[in-house]
Each structure stands twice: as structure tokens, then as C-alpha cells.
């Protein structure tokens, strides 16, 4: 196989696993700052990625207008979400919270999908913009323009997040209660708040890796819980509590998934899982955990 | 705050919980003892049809087609069953099988357990019929396939299924007769969607290549959850194919591969994809021109062929946006020839019937059952020309208007 | 006091043993819907073991689910009889669970229930890609026979065998161990627990029932498939039926999962739409009403009180 080949291979990953790592650094946030498993969290990108849908097909606005009118809408949902069904569970004992927690979003995960599926019926059931702008080439590695646009966009939003977590003093909060909550509420932060936060922005970045999503692939009401699920093994891969563990963890996963998915296609969807496994049982706090 | 309720001896208790539950049993027996009935007031069919998931967007309308033809059919009264002497009304019971195998199972399970059906048509696809007919099995009741011609359907014995299309094997045949006399060609290229009817239909495309002397470059299957195909694309590209041929029933699956074939620049001299229903076409746009798919059926203008423009009328749909419509029209014909020749619908008897149907569609196209459970019903080989499927069948007009793709998207 | 215990349960059997001797017309129907709570409960309750019990939010558990099925599935088609078949399926179930609990049990929390969940889609895709052993995707088939009446009493009496170990191991010395590891894992070590060999046993134990419930399974409807017995469905609906019921008591999973299905069945048969949604819609609620789950809702607690079946609450 030539250096070109390899070339392309190590691109195709690269852009690939971009989406992933956006989606999920906002799982990563939401679990970091208030140890909740949000198994809805794929909902939400699938809930965005039906709504951008709806609004090029249907309203014919341009879908990369979308990408930064609605995902901040969707910070809202997320503010409200955690009010309204995780900070009720706040005093409860570790071990009943993380059960009830899990309840709680795995029951909202079941309502979105099939409020979706119900909607979806008689109409397309894979919702898919997929825009044709051509391609870039370089010697005989092609670069999908859309690709790239999308993939400069998740750079912009993860270099905005980092941003927001050095340089705000909300940021700062949000790093400090993943670190150590009891720590952060004895200095003063507002913990309930910060959890409301957390939630809100990381329910942002997923709808905005749904918008994403939809525009260069697909996304079906189905997509929900098996993403959620995927997000999840990347971030205990990456290392709970370590953002750039995440932003590692997607990155391998997608470049596994080109490789692996290139000798043999029927391995490349699993290898994620593989090399959760894999990880984990060499290093038991994840990659970069703590 | 001690409630302290009345203290029965245990043994009374326990004498009493018995005679409740006598009672309840005595009442449950007599309110549902089965009350025989001498005459059937009319013909329950039992099917499922994709309306969720990833076959919504290739058998989706289907439910609708199948209330037209039943429609239709009442319209005349029903059918003439010659031992009540009585002519019934059908009377559908469909549900949604979300397009998943197991799912599809235990809808069969409850229309022969709880509806009580007369016969079943299964769903759409090898796959889910090879879960569903263990239910026509288990139960005892005819069931006819639409769409479901996989050997391993039909290798195992189970007299109470039969199909009206010849073998997956065979379904490339036509198209196949086409491409032996085409010239211009050298190497395939086959992607099958891994799923049981994909890998045999595919194989099937490629034998017959081989045998008209062609070179399969590249052949794989790839997972059904499969959203991004570059690195499969990529391998293609390498194996430098003529003819890329795509094989596989989920619109969302081939859409994906060829939106992004084009994206990453697979540009071949021919594409064949196997099902190009109208959403496929549709997501492709101009990109779809020229590229080969194959039909159930094909343009005419019998009076079978203006019942099926009918029938699909009445759902909403054209016959060729929907290529398994010629063979639900098919399997509707089959069923009520089955019927007749029955004249009862007694299992046994129906079952009987409907493999030894034997009736002719279109003007000349004739339908058998053979022992094994295969019709003989084929495909045609068609093109897309300005969002349409237009026929390439007989095989000289076929040659005579083919046009290749030449990597235009 | 202790015989009164035995009333309700006593009537239940009765009832279920009963059921397939009295004609009318839904029987089939109802044996089936039974067969499938059955095997649903049986799912929850072994998973109660770990996930309960020990402490340890097992997503794997479904995995012994899916190797019990195809094991039988596979050697069914070879010729051998159930009953070797699912002693093979035990075997297979226990040996995978000891092979797994060295590594995976050095993880913890969230840690240890993802690991588990990625080693069900790993099994997932191994089924996949064995073709020649399992069919691949296509599923695998059995020669298919009406086995209603025999499947519903062995997944009845596999239910009531989970229950009398469930609570066997309570009384023990094993399930002291578990609850120690359970409630502070560092401290029961420093305290001498050998807690990898609990754990294991747990593990090993807990195993098992999957097992011989699958290998019912695959018998009963005929066919099965990698994507329904390592399914996110499969997967996920003990674990919630066993919370939503009361995890660690050893009627909270009989509770959840009798809860759960009949729910479900009253919502299937009563709406035409929208069933998953109004059923998030209940696991949603008891998630915020009931934590510790149904069973330990202060009249649902008195009602076992008066029943005799209240049991300690750790």
C-alpha cells in the first residue's frame, strides 16, 4: 500500500473522528462536572441534526446557518433538562444516584426516539442533507471540501470550548467541580448551578455535532442510544475527568475505524469497542484519567 | 401506629386463597370457551410491512398497497370460496415490523396466536422471512412470500411457505444476459450489505460474470451500520474497477456509499446498484443518471399492467418508484388464485394451492410454484434516465439503448 | 408469621402451574406473553446478583445471554439434546465469566459497567463475522416445533431456582462478602475478604441463569440473531426492570420486571402509538419518585409486610 493510500486513510480518520470527539467532550463535560451517565445525550444530536434537516428541507434555510442558530437552543434544552430531571436526584446516596440517574436519562432517551420515530413516519426515515461541493485533490488523495469545511468547524467549536474553560470564570468553575466538587463548593462555586451548566453546554456541542452530522452523513431516529453508548466507551477510554483524554480518544477511534475498516469493513465498526477494552484492561483509569 | 390486621389460622388462608383461585379459573374457562364457528365471515390476512426503520424507504408505501388491492377486491364483493358457498370480504391485519427480523417474529407469532389469521404474506426481505415463517411452522398456517428467495429459506423444510420469485441467485440473470453481450467492459467490482439476501444475490452477479468471462477486482461485504465508506471506497478506487456494483436493500446504506463514491471521486465507466427505489433516486439527484438498477416489473400495457399502475395509484406511488410493488402485485394475484383453488380456508388445503398455483400475468408471463417453494418470477434489467427507471429489457433493445455512466455524476 | 410468607407465592405457583390446563381462548397467547416475563425476571434477577448484591452495574450480563443461546442454537443442529445442550451452555457461561472477571474486575464504577458493555457489542460483532459457526447475521435457525407449553414451565421453574439463590446468598456467608464488597469495597479487602474470589463467584454464579435462559430461548422461538440476543434491548431491560423494582432486594427484580412488561403490554395493546415514549415516560418518573425503586415505596413495603415477604435492607 502506497504512502498515499495511507495518506488518505490517516485523513479520512482524522475528519471522521472529529464529529465524534465534539459529541463527545460534551458527554465528557456533562459526566466530569456531574458524575451523571447522560444516556440521552445522543437525543440530543439526533434532535438536532432532525431539526437543521427540517429547516433546509422544508424552509430551505442554509444548513451552515443552522449549525450556529440552533445548537445554542439547544444549550437552553440542556439548562432545562438537568433542572428539571437530574438536580432532583442531587441528594440522593452515590450508588442510588447513579441508578436513578441512569433511569431518569435512559427513560427522556426512550421518549425522544420514539417521539422522533412517530414523527418521522411516512416521511424519510434517514435524514440526510449530504451537499455535493466537490472535492479537493492533492496528487491522489482526495479531500471532500464538505469534509473539510465540517471538520474546520469542529475545531473552531473545540477551540472555543477551550477557550471558555481557561479564560471565563465559568469555564474555570466547571474545570474546578470536575477536579473536585466538594473542593469547588468549599471555594465558593455554586455547584447546582455549575451542574446546569455543564449540562447545558455539553447538550450544545452535541446538537451541534448533530447538525454536523446530518450535513456531510445522516442521522435516523434510531442513532440516539448506540451513540450515546459509543461516546461513552471513548471518554472511559480517554480517561474520565481529562478533556484532551477525550479529544485522544476520538481521534484514535476514528483513525482505527479507517484502518481497520480497510482490511476488513466488518471489524472497522467494532474496533472502537475493542480498543475500549483493550485500554482499559492495560490501563484501568482510562488513557489520560485520573 | 400498629394496624393489626384480622388473624386467620394459616390453614383457613390457605383454603381460602385456593377456592379464589378455583373461582378464578371456573371463570376465566367459562368466559373464554372457545366457541366454534361454522362459516367464516371472511378472509383474515396477516402481514407485516417496514414502516420504521431502514426498509421504510424501499417497502414503505406497502401497507397502503396492500388496503388498495383488499379494497379492490371487497369492491367486487370478496372472493367466491366454493365450500360455504359464500363470497368474503378480506379483512387486513397489518403491523409495523420496524424493519428488524426478531421484531417481525413476534408480530407472525400474534396474528396466528391472538388474530387469528387465515394466511399470512410475509414481510420484505430474505432476512426477516427466514425469522417469520417459523411462525407459519410452529402454527400450521399458509404463508406467502413477497419477497424472500434466499436458499436458506429453502433448504430447510417447511411446507407451509412458498415464494413467486425465482431464486436470489438468480435474481442478477437478465442483467447479467445483458453485460455478456455489452461490450466496453472488462472488471467488476461488488459491495454487498451484510445481510443474508445482499452476500447470495451479490455472489449470484458475480458467478454469472465470471462465467461470461469478466474479472471481479474487488468483492466485500460491509456492515449494515456502516455511515462512512471512505476506507472502502479507497480500496475500490485501487482495484481500478469498470463497473461498480452495489448490492443492497437499505435506501440509507446505498445512499450513503454512492453520495460519497461520487464525493471521493470513484468515477466508473458503469454503476449497477441492485435497488434503486425513488428515494435513492431522489437523494442522488442528477447524480443518478445512467446508473443501472433492476425492476420486479416493467413498462406494458395489459390489463394486468394497468391493474398494477392502479393499485400503485391508489397508494401514492408510480410502479417504477417502487420495484417490490410488481411483486406484491404478484403475491395479491397469487393469493387469490390460491383461494379459489381452494375453495375453503382450511390450512391444509390452501397451502395445497398455493404451490400448486399456476397462473399467467401480463399476457405472457407465467407463475409457478416449484416443489422446493420458488416461483419464477425475475427481475429486469433498467436505467435511470432523468429520475426515471426506464426499461433495458428485451435484451437487444437493452443493448441497443444502455449508455454508460463514464463516471459522470 | 413464617408460613404466611408463603401464601402469595404459594398462590402465584399454583396459577402458573395451573394456567396450561385450562382451555379458553388466549391461552397460547398468554403462555407465551408469561414465558417471555418469565424470561425477562430471570434475566433481572441473576443480574440483581452482580448489579444488586455485589454492587457492580454488570452491562454485560446479556453476553451469557447470547452465548447460552447460540451454544445450544449450535449444538441443536449437530444433533445434541437440549438438556446436554444447556449443561454445555453452563459450562461455556461459566468458563467466559472467569476468564473475564480477573481483568475486569481490577475497574470500578462507570468504568467497569462501560468496559462490560463494550465486551456485549465486541460479542455482537464476533457473532457477526462467524458466519460459518452462526450464521452471521443472517441469525441461526432450529427446526422449528410449537415448544410453548414445556418452554413456559422450565422458564417458570429457572425464575423460581434465581429467586431461592438470590435468596440463599443473602443468608451466606458469600452474599455477607458481596455486601461488604458492595458497600466499601477497600475497606472489606483491608478487612481480609478475598474480594477477587467473591467477586468471580459472583460473577460465575450470576452467570449461569443467562445461560440456561437463552439456551431456552433459542429452542422456544426458533431463530435468534446477534443483533436481538447481544441487542441494546436485551441488554439494557434487565438492568432497568431490576432498578426500577429495587436493586439488591430479591423481589425488586420480580417487582420491575412484572411492572415493566405488563406495562408494556397494557400500552401495546391499548395505544397505536408512541409505546416506547409512554414507557420512558414511566421509567422517567419512577427514576425521580422512586429512588431505590418500587420496592422500597413506602406502601409497597407495608403491603410486603403484611404479606410476610419483607425482607433486611442493607
Known sequence: MDIQSVLQLVINGILGGGVYALAALGLALIFGVSGVLNLAHGEFLMLCGFVTFLGYDRLGINPFLLVFLIPPVFFALGYGFERILIRPLALRKEHVRLASATLVTLGAALIFEDVASFASAGTEFDKSIGYFIGSLTVGSVVLPSLKLIIFGLVLLLMAQLAWFLKYTYVGLAVQAVTQNARGAQLSGVNTATINGVAFGLGTFLAAAAGALEVIHSSVSPLVGLPLTLKYLCIIVMGGLGSFAGVALGGLIIGLSESIVGYFTPAWGQTVAYLLLVGVLLVRPKGLLGR | MNRSPRRTPPVAALRRALATWLAAFALVAGAGAVRAQDTPSEIRIGATVSLSGPYQGIVGPFGKLASAWAERVNAKGGIFLKQYNKTLPVKLVMYDDKSEPTTALSFYERLATVDKVDLFIGPFSSGMNNAAMQAALTHQIPYFIPEGNDAVLFDTPNPWRATATAQADAEYQRLSELYARLKGVKTFAILARDNLHEIAAAQGFANRLKQSGYQIVYQDVAPKETKDFASIILKIKQANPDVVSVEGLAPPWTIQFLKQARELGLAPKDVVVSHMPVPVIRALGDASENVIAMLWSYEGDTPDHRELDELCKAAGIERWQYSEAGVRFVTYRWIEEALKRAGTLEHEAVRKAMFEADFTLYGGDRVRINEKGYGSLMTYPMQVRQGRLVSLWPLEHGLAAHAFKDGRW | ?314
Do not use: C
Open chain 3, 1 to 314: 408469621m413464617r408460613l404466611r410468607a408463603f401464601l402469595l407465592p404459594g398462590a402465584v405457583l399454583l396459577f402458573v402451574l395451573g394456567l396450561p390446563l385450562v382451555p379458553f381462548d388466549a391461552r397460547v397467547y398468554v403462555m407465551q406473553e408469561l414465558t417471555l416475563l418469565f424470561l425477562y425476571a430471570g434475566l433481572a434477577q441473576s443480574y440483581d446478583l452482580v448489579g444488586g448484591t455485589l454492587g457492580y452495574i454488570n452491562l454485560g450480563h446479556i453476553v451469557f445471554f447470547g452465548l447460552g443461546a447460540y451454544t445450544v442454537g449450535i449444538l441443536f443442529n449437530v444433533g445434541v439434546p437440549l438438556a446436554a445442550g444447556l449443561l454445555a451452555a453452563i459450562a461455556v457461561a461459566a468458563a467466559f465469566a472467569a476468564v473475564v472477571s480477573i481483568p475486569f474486575f481490577r475497574l470500578r464504577g462507570a468504568y467497569f459497567s462501560l468496559a462490560t458493555f463494550a465486551l456485549v457489542k465486541l460479542m455482537e460483532q464476533i457473532a457477526n463475522n462467524l458466519r460459518g459457526l452462526t450464521g452471521g447475521s443472517s441469525g441461526l435457525k432450529i427446526l422449528a416445533e410449537n415448544r410453548v407449553v414445556p418452554t413456559y414451565y422450565a422458564m417458570f421453574g429457572l425464575l423460581i431456582v434465581a429467586v431461592v439463590t438470590t435468596l440463599a446468598i443473602n443468608r451466606s456467608r458469600l452474599g455477607l462478602g458481596m455486601k461488604s464488597i458492595r458497600e466499601d469495597e477497600a475497606v472489606a479487602r483491608d478487612f481480609g475478604v478475598p474480594t477477587m474470589r467473591i467477586k468471580a463467584q459472583a460473577l460465575m454464579i450470576s452467570s449461569a441463569f443467562p445461560a440456561v435462559l437463552g439456551g431456552l430461548f433459542v429452542w422456544y422461538i426458533n431463530f435468534i440473531n446477534p443483533a436481538e440476543v447481544f441487542g441494546l434491548k436485551m441488554a439494557l431491560q434487565p438492568v432497568a426492570m431490576a432498578m426500577l423494582g429495587g436493586s439488591g432486594l430479591a423481589i425488586g427484580p420480580l417487582l420491575g420486571s412484572t411492572f415493566l412488561y405488563g406495562l408494556e403490554e397494557f400500552i401495546w395493546t391499548r395505544f397505536e402509538h408512541l409505546h416506547g415514549a409512554m414507557l420512558g415516560l414511566i421509567v422517567v418518573l419512577v427514576g425521580l419518585f422512586m429512588p431505590g425503586g418500587l420496592a422500597r415505596l413506602r406502601p409497597v413495603e407495608r403491603l410486603l409486610e403484611r404479606l410476610g415477604l419483607k425482607e433486611d435492607d442493607q
